[in-house]
């Protein structure tokens, strides 16, 4: 029974979870962030009868992980960047490393991130623009989108441009960040500056705001600034696109996906798309999904776009952790 049993990395972490106890999960979830504890959280209610062959493959897995880990005993920080940069290459590798030690660094920016939206903008709405860009180049960029919808319409396509043409948070710039926060992000004025914004950014952002939304703001930034608006466009990756990655990458997506959010997200859209996931399923998982999309009732487009959208930002993290490759012919890289 044991090779039929099949979770993906979110459910293995949620029954793991559930196997050390409530006191040491609690330690655990206490180290994640607020989307993570939301989808662990509903994955652990949602697992339904869990076997002791379900616990004995987590357990033996992660176990292996712990085994094969190189960077116990390190310091941390000296770990992912020398970790990242031989992944990717110190150019690549630069601007991530500053984010990421940026943000494990600043409780600031933590905090905001438990926050909801509404009142992440209320705190934004009268500060200067270009510390609002700051704050939401790092947010994530779905929070980042849902604050930007809330922000005033005149603001938004400014913000965005702001995002887009940011190259680095200079000293001066984050001290007023920490006044904001009434946080301290930032020890002195010989910290360097940390490359966040950008072109990706932008388009990151925009990949999460709804349709109509979103052709707005591009449309304003075109009249501002053509050629920084196509560079935004070029970056954006909706999920026609999908139809670009590789097999591997679209078995890899497939494996964190649920058969009812492909279901909703598959309505509408064109056949190559539709071929290139029943290609990348088992003859009868393909054959269930196509009768299964012939049946199924009518569907809210807002329901579909939403589908769409959480199944892009599994993408997108699939992406950033290496795993799949977004885009087409392997030279550029679509966020």
């Given at each position: 029974?044991?090779?039929?049993?099949?979770?993906?990395?979110?459910?293995?972490?949620?029954?793991?979870?559930?196997?050390?106890?409530?006191?040491?999960?609690?330690?655990?979830?206490?180290?994640?962030?607020?989307?993570?504890?939301?989808?662990?959280?509903?994955?652990?209610?949602?697992?339904?009868?869990?076997?002791?062959?379900?616990?004995?493959?987590?357990?033996?897995?992660?176990?292996?992980?712990?085994?094969?880990?190189?960077?116990?005993?390190?310091?941390?920080?000296?770990?992912?960047?020398n970790m990242l940069t031989e992944a990717l290459g110190a150019d690549k590798a630069g601007s991530i490393i500053d984010r990421i030690l940026l943000g494990a660094n600043s409780k600031g920016i933590d905090q905001l991130k438990?926050?909801?939206?509404?009142?992440?903008?209320?705190?934004?709405?009268?500060?200067?623009?270009?510390?609002?860009?700051?704050?939401?180049?790092?947010?994530?960029?779905?929070?980042?989108?849902?604050?930007?919808?809330?922000?005033?319409?005149?603001?938004?396509?400014?913000?965005?441009?702001?995002?887009?043409?940011?190259?680095?948070?200079?000293?001066?710039?984050?001290?007023?960040?920490?006044?904001?926060?009434?946080?301290?992000?930032?020890?002195?004025?010989?910290?360097?500056?940390?490359?966040?914004?950008?072109?990706?950014?932008?388009?990151?952002?925009?990949?999460?705001?709804?349709?109509?939304?979103?052709?707005?703001?591009?449309?304003?930034?075109?009249?501002?600034?053509?050629?920084?608006?196509?560079?935004?466009?070029?970056?954006?990756?909706?999920?026609?696109?999908?139809?670009?990655?590789?097999?591997?990458?679209?078995?890899?997506?497939?494996?964190?996906?649920?058969?009812?959010?492909?279901?909703?997200?598959?309505?509408?859209?064109?056949?190559?798309?539709?071929?290139?996931?029943?290609?990348?399923?088992?003859?009868?998982?393909?054959?269930?999904?196509?009768?299964?999309?012939?049946?199924?009732?009518?569907?809210?487009?807002?329901?579909?776009?939403?589908?769409?959208k959480d199944i892009l930002g599994i993408a997108k993290k699939l992406s950033d952790a290496g795993e799949i490759a977004l885009g087409s012919g392997g030279g550029d890289e679509l966020v």
């Open positions: 029974m044991g090779t039929n049993i099949s979770l993906n990395s979110t459910e293995k972490a949620a029954l793991l979870l559930l196997a050390v106890g409530q006191d040491r999960a609690a330690s655990v979830l206490r180290n994640m962030g607020p989307k993570e504890v939301q989808i662990i959280g509903a994955t652990m209610a949602n697992l339904g009868a869990i076997s002791s062959e379900m616990v004995d493959l987590v357990l033996e897995d992660f176990i292996k992980q712990i085994k094969d880990e190189t960077g116990l005993g390190m310091d941390s920080d000296t770990y992912i960047r438990w926050m909801d939206t509404r009142s992440i903008a209320d705190l934004l709405r009268l500060e200067h623009p270009q510390i609002v860009a700051t704050v939401l180049s790092l947010l994530d960029a779905d929070q980042s989108a849902e604050v930007l919808t809330l922000l005033p319409e005149n603001m938004r396509s400014d913000l965005l441009m702001r995002i887009a043409t940011m190259e680095g948070v200079q000293p001066a710039a984050i001290k007023e960040l920490d006044d904001m926060m009434e946080k301290q992000l930032t020890g002195s004025d010989s910290v360097k500056s940390s490359s966040i914004g950008g072109i990706d950014a932008a388009a990151n952002i925009l990949n999460y705001i709804d349709g109509a939304m979103s052709e707005e703001m591009m449309e304003a930034i075109n009249e501002n600034n053509a050629e920084l608006g196509q560079e935004i466009q070029d970056k954006m990756f909706v999920f026609s696109d999908l139809s670009s990655v590789d097999d591997r990458g679209i078995q890899t997506l497939l494996r964190e996906v649920s058969t009812d959010q492909l279901l909703v997200a598959l309505r509408g859209v064109d056949d190559a798309l539709k071929e290139k996931i029943f290609g990348n399923m088992s003859k009868r998982a393909a054959e269930m999904l196509r009768d299964d999309l012939e049946a199924a009732p009518p569907t809210k487009l807002s329901e579909v776009e939403q589908a769409q």
